[in-house]
Nanobody
Framework: QVQLVESGGGLVQPGGSLRLSCAAS????????MGWYRQAPGSQRELVAE???????YYADSVKGRITISRDKFENIWNLQMNSLKPDDTAVYYC??????????WGQGTQVTVSS
């Protein structure tokens, strides 16, 4: 059906930047929505950002102005550019996509740690 592979997590100092990428593969016909979620220890998974097939983007208030979601020219890849990172951004980040005709799928998660 659909496989999502994430890359780009790691350790960064406060104020630094990271770029996460998610690549989709499978026998879907189209991608309706692409997004990134995160889950910090002891917290529920929360939406960080998402972008529709028509490139309309939504951002959580906590990341507006610091994080940008974009779709690569290879339209099965979407990225999360994270700037001005804070310790509160520390979490496991998961990519998510809604694929026609299969529905929602998740990546395996990638750890982002913001610490000095």
């Amino acid at each position: 059906q659909v496989q999502l592979v994430e890359s780009g997590g790691g350790l960064v100092q406060p104020g630094g930047s990271l770029r996460l990428s998610c690549a989709a593969s499978g026998n879907y016909s189209s991608i309706n929505m692409m997004g990134w979620y995160r889950q910090a220890p002891g917290s529920q998974r929360e939406l960080v950002a998402e972008v529709t097939a028509t490139s309309t983007a939504y951002y959580a208030d906590s990341v507006k102005g610091r994080i940008t979601i974009s779709r690569d020219k290879f339209e099965n890849i979407w990225n999360l550019q994270m700037n001005s990172l804070k310790p509160d951004d520390t979490a496991v980040y998961y990519c998510n996509g809604n694929f026609h005709p299969f529905g929602d799928f998740w990546g395996q998660g990638t750890q982002v740690t913001v610490s000095s």
